[in-house]
Protein backbone atom coordinates (compact mmCIF):
# COMPACT_ATOMS: atom_id res chain seq x y z
CA UNK A 1 0.00 0.00 0.00
CA UNK A 2 2.60 2.28 0.81
CA UNK A 3 4.18 1.37 -2.36
CA UNK A 4 1.35 2.35 -4.27
CA UNK A 5 0.67 5.38 -2.34
CA UNK A 6 4.31 6.45 -3.52
CA UNK A 7 4.09 5.66 -6.65
CA UNK A 8 1.07 7.84 -7.72
CA UNK A 9 2.55 10.67 -5.58
CA UNK A 10 4.96 10.38 -7.90
CA UNK A 11 3.28 9.96 -11.30
CA UNK A 12 1.04 13.23 -9.82
CA UNK A 13 4.00 15.22 -9.27
CA UNK A 14 5.48 14.92 -12.72
CA UNK A 15 2.47 15.90 -14.26
CA UNK A 16 2.26 19.16 -11.86
CA UNK A 17 5.71 19.61 -13.60
CA UNK A 18 4.88 19.02 -17.17
CA UNK A 19 1.54 21.43 -16.83
CA UNK A 20 3.81 24.43 -14.99
CA UNK A 21 5.48 25.38 -18.55
CA UNK A 22 1.71 25.44 -20.16
CA UNK A 23 0.49 27.06 -17.24
CA UNK A 24 3.48 29.95 -17.29
CA UNK A 25 2.19 30.93 -20.86
CA UNK A 26 -1.25 32.22 -19.18
CA UNK A 27 0.70 34.36 -16.74
CA UNK A 28 1.97 38.30 -17.63
CA UNK A 29 -0.03 41.08 -18.81
CA UNK A 30 -2.24 41.13 -21.65
CA UNK A 31 0.12 41.59 -24.96
CA UNK A 32 -2.53 41.94 -27.83
CA UNK A 33 -5.20 45.08 -27.84
CA UNK A 34 -7.83 45.74 -30.13
CA UNK A 35 -6.94 42.31 -32.05
CA UNK A 36 -3.02 43.70 -32.58
CA UNK A 37 0.48 43.60 -31.23
CA UNK A 38 3.67 45.63 -32.31
CA UNK A 39 7.06 43.69 -31.48
CA UNK A 40 9.76 45.83 -31.45
CA UNK A 41 13.15 44.97 -32.60
CA UNK A 42 14.58 42.45 -30.05
CA UNK A 43 18.26 40.79 -29.92
CA UNK A 44 17.56 37.90 -28.01
CA UNK A 45 14.96 35.09 -29.68
CA UNK A 46 11.26 36.09 -29.47
CA UNK A 47 8.87 33.71 -27.17
CA UNK A 48 5.74 35.49 -26.70
CA UNK A 49 2.34 34.46 -25.18
CA UNK A 50 -0.41 36.11 -27.69
CA UNK A 51 -2.49 36.67 -24.61
CA UNK A 52 -4.94 39.05 -24.80
CA UNK A 53 -7.90 40.82 -26.71
CA UNK A 54 -8.68 39.19 -30.58
CA UNK A 55 -11.02 40.35 -32.88
CA UNK A 56 -14.45 37.91 -32.90
CA UNK A 57 -16.29 37.36 -35.40
CA UNK A 58 -19.28 35.93 -34.82
CA UNK A 59 -21.58 34.03 -36.75
CA UNK A 60 -19.01 34.65 -39.73
CA UNK A 61 -16.40 32.26 -41.52
CA UNK A 62 -14.17 35.27 -42.95
CA UNK A 63 -12.38 33.30 -45.38
CA UNK A 64 -14.18 30.66 -46.15
CA UNK A 65 -17.09 32.42 -47.09
CA UNK A 66 -14.94 35.63 -48.69
CA UNK A 67 -16.63 38.42 -46.16
CA UNK A 68 -14.78 41.98 -46.48
CA UNK A 69 -13.22 42.29 -43.20
CA UNK A 70 -12.96 45.92 -43.18
CA UNK A 71 -17.54 46.23 -43.61
CA UNK A 72 -17.11 44.41 -40.56
CA UNK A 73 -17.43 45.24 -37.05
CA UNK A 74 -15.44 42.63 -34.39
CA UNK A 75 -16.20 42.03 -30.89
CA UNK A 76 -13.21 41.96 -28.77
CA UNK A 77 -12.81 38.85 -26.43
CA UNK A 78 -10.39 38.15 -24.08
CA UNK A 79 -7.66 34.87 -24.64
CA UNK A 80 -7.53 33.00 -22.54
CA UNK A 81 -11.45 32.64 -22.09
CA UNK A 82 -14.02 30.74 -20.33
CA UNK A 83 -17.62 30.70 -20.81
CA UNK A 84 -18.63 32.32 -17.79
CA UNK A 85 -16.53 35.50 -19.72
CA UNK A 86 -18.73 37.75 -21.99
CA UNK A 87 -17.15 39.12 -25.10
CA UNK A 88 -17.03 43.07 -24.97
CA UNK A 89 -19.60 44.45 -27.45
CA UNK A 90 -20.76 41.22 -28.73
CA UNK A 91 -23.84 40.65 -26.50
CA UNK A 92 -24.83 38.54 -29.60
CA UNK A 93 -22.30 35.45 -28.32
CA UNK A 94 -23.71 32.70 -27.96
CA UNK A 95 -22.10 28.81 -26.31
CA UNK A 96 -22.56 27.17 -29.20
CA UNK A 97 -22.45 28.63 -32.77
CA UNK A 98 -19.52 29.87 -35.26
CA UNK A 99 -17.51 32.72 -35.84
CA UNK A 100 -13.88 33.71 -36.55
CA UNK A 101 -10.84 34.56 -33.95
CA UNK A 102 -8.48 37.54 -35.77
CA UNK A 103 -4.91 38.73 -34.51
CA UNK A 104 -2.24 40.92 -36.34
CA UNK A 105 1.34 40.63 -34.96
CA UNK A 106 3.21 43.57 -36.46
CA UNK A 107 7.61 43.38 -36.20
CA UNK A 108 10.02 46.06 -36.34
CA UNK A 109 11.04 46.67 -40.19
CA UNK A 110 14.48 45.69 -39.72
CA UNK A 111 13.08 42.53 -37.33
CA UNK A 112 11.22 41.00 -40.21
CA UNK A 113 14.13 41.25 -42.82
CA UNK A 114 16.63 39.88 -40.69
CA UNK A 115 18.21 36.08 -41.08
CA UNK A 116 16.18 34.98 -38.10
CA UNK A 117 12.50 35.48 -39.09
CA UNK A 118 11.14 32.06 -39.09
CA UNK A 119 8.60 31.72 -36.12
CA UNK A 120 6.81 28.70 -34.76
CA UNK A 121 3.33 29.20 -33.65
CA UNK A 122 1.60 26.69 -31.35
CA UNK A 123 -1.85 26.03 -31.72
CA UNK A 124 -3.79 24.74 -28.38
CA UNK A 125 -6.71 22.64 -28.34
CA UNK A 126 -9.68 24.52 -29.51
CA UNK A 127 -13.34 22.87 -28.45
CA UNK A 128 -15.23 21.91 -31.23
CA UNK A 129 -13.71 22.18 -34.91
CA UNK A 130 -11.40 24.69 -36.85
CA UNK A 131 -9.40 26.29 -39.26
CA UNK A 132 -6.28 28.46 -39.69
CA UNK A 133 -5.53 30.72 -42.12
CA UNK A 134 -1.98 32.63 -41.81
CA UNK A 135 -1.13 35.53 -43.87
CA UNK A 136 -3.88 34.72 -46.18
CA UNK A 137 -2.68 30.93 -46.96
CA UNK A 138 -4.78 27.90 -45.27
CA UNK A 139 -2.34 26.50 -43.35
CA UNK A 140 -3.98 23.41 -41.60
CA UNK A 141 -7.55 22.32 -39.40
CA UNK A 142 -9.05 20.16 -37.07
CA UNK A 143 -12.21 18.10 -37.76
CA UNK A 144 -14.79 19.66 -40.19
CA UNK A 145 -16.25 23.12 -39.24
CA UNK A 146 -19.98 23.91 -40.42
CA UNK A 147 -22.78 26.45 -39.27
CA UNK A 148 -24.56 23.35 -37.99
CA UNK A 149 -24.42 20.92 -35.44
CA UNK A 150 -25.30 18.18 -38.25
CA UNK A 151 -22.15 19.68 -40.33
CA UNK A 152 -19.89 19.88 -37.72
CA UNK A 153 -17.05 17.07 -36.68
CA UNK A 154 -15.35 17.84 -33.74
CA UNK A 155 -11.99 16.97 -33.28
CA UNK A 156 -9.31 16.81 -30.64
CA UNK A 157 -5.65 18.09 -32.04
CA UNK A 158 -2.94 20.32 -31.48
CA UNK A 159 -0.75 22.19 -33.83
CA UNK A 160 3.02 23.48 -34.75
CA UNK A 161 3.13 26.11 -37.57
CA UNK A 162 6.47 27.39 -39.30
CA UNK A 163 6.03 31.70 -39.82
CA UNK A 164 7.56 33.94 -42.33
CA UNK A 165 6.49 37.57 -41.51
CA UNK A 166 5.12 38.66 -44.94
CA UNK A 167 5.78 42.99 -44.91
CA UNK A 168 6.35 43.05 -41.61
CA UNK A 169 3.43 41.80 -40.26
CA UNK A 170 1.30 38.38 -38.87
CA UNK A 171 -1.89 37.67 -39.90
CA UNK A 172 -3.83 34.74 -37.70
CA UNK A 173 -7.15 33.43 -38.75
CA UNK A 174 -8.62 31.21 -36.91
CA UNK A 175 -12.15 30.03 -38.05
CA UNK A 176 -14.19 27.78 -35.57
CA UNK A 177 -17.73 25.72 -34.88
CA UNK A 178 -18.40 24.80 -31.71
CA UNK A 179 -21.96 22.94 -31.50
CA UNK A 180 -21.00 19.98 -28.94
CA UNK A 181 -19.12 21.25 -25.99
CA UNK A 182 -20.74 22.56 -23.48
CA UNK A 183 -17.86 23.81 -21.17
CA UNK A 184 -16.34 25.45 -24.49
CA UNK A 185 -13.48 27.39 -23.54
CA UNK A 186 -9.80 28.55 -25.22
CA UNK A 187 -7.72 28.38 -21.41
CA UNK A 188 -4.40 28.47 -23.36
CA UNK A 189 -3.21 31.56 -25.53
CA UNK A 190 -1.10 30.42 -28.64
CA UNK A 191 2.17 31.21 -27.75
CA UNK A 192 4.70 32.73 -30.96
CA UNK A 193 8.01 31.39 -30.78
CA UNK A 194 11.50 31.64 -32.58
CA UNK A 195 13.37 28.47 -33.40
CA UNK A 196 15.46 28.11 -30.36
CA UNK A 197 12.78 28.67 -27.98
CA UNK A 198 10.41 26.54 -29.78
CA UNK A 199 12.97 23.39 -30.07
CA UNK A 200 13.25 23.72 -26.01
CA UNK A 201 9.52 23.61 -25.34
CA UNK A 202 8.61 20.97 -27.74
CA UNK A 203 11.33 18.95 -26.13
CA UNK A 204 10.57 19.32 -22.60
CA UNK A 205 6.59 19.15 -23.24
CA UNK A 206 7.02 15.90 -25.23
CA UNK A 207 10.04 14.67 -22.76
CA UNK A 208 7.64 14.71 -19.62
CA UNK A 209 4.36 13.68 -21.65
CA UNK A 210 6.47 10.20 -22.28
CA UNK A 211 8.05 9.82 -19.25
CA UNK A 212 4.05 9.55 -18.02
CA UNK A 213 2.80 8.05 -20.07
CA UNK A 214 5.74 5.36 -20.02
CA UNK A 215 5.52 5.29 -15.84
CA UNK A 216 2.23 4.20 -16.34
CA UNK A 217 2.33 1.35 -19.00
CA UNK A 218 5.36 0.12 -16.99
CA UNK A 219 2.84 -0.03 -13.58
CA UNK A 220 0.18 -1.28 -15.55
CA UNK A 221 2.29 -4.32 -16.92
CA UNK A 222 3.88 -4.85 -13.17
CA UNK A 223 0.39 -5.18 -11.42
CA UNK A 224 -0.98 -7.46 -14.09
CA UNK A 225 1.99 -9.83 -13.72
CA UNK A 226 1.57 -9.63 -9.76
CA UNK A 227 -2.12 -10.64 -10.58
CA UNK A 228 -1.54 -12.83 -12.66
CA UNK A 229 0.94 -15.03 -10.11
CA UNK A 230 -1.61 -14.32 -7.64
CA UNK A 231 -5.15 -14.22 -8.64
CA UNK A 232 -6.70 -14.04 -5.25
CA UNK A 233 -5.08 -11.27 -4.64
CA UNK A 234 -7.76 -8.98 -6.90
CA UNK A 235 -6.17 -5.48 -5.66
CA UNK A 236 -3.23 -5.95 -8.20
CA UNK A 237 -5.73 -6.10 -10.86
CA UNK A 238 -7.75 -3.48 -9.67
CA UNK A 239 -4.75 -1.04 -9.34
CA UNK A 240 -3.88 -2.19 -12.81
CA UNK A 241 -7.04 -1.02 -14.66
CA UNK A 242 -6.87 2.29 -12.96
CA UNK A 243 -3.56 3.68 -13.65
CA UNK A 244 -4.64 1.97 -17.52
CA UNK A 245 -7.77 4.16 -17.69
Not at 94 to 100: M, P, V, W
Not at 110 to 122: I, K, M
Request: net charge neutral; with cysteine; charged share 15%.
Amino acid sequence: TKKRFLLITFLLGTGLLATSTLAAENQGPQLLTGGQIHLPQHDQPLSVSLKGEWELYWGSFLYTDAMNIQALRPCLISIPHTPSQSASNCPQIERYGYGTLRASIFFDSNESQSANNTYFLRIPDIPGAWRIWINGELRGSAGRIGKTRRATKPQYLIEFFEITPVDSRIEIVIEFANFHDYLASITQPPPLRSRRPFEISFFYNNFFLMLINGAFLFLFVYFMILYILDRSYKENLYFALFVFC
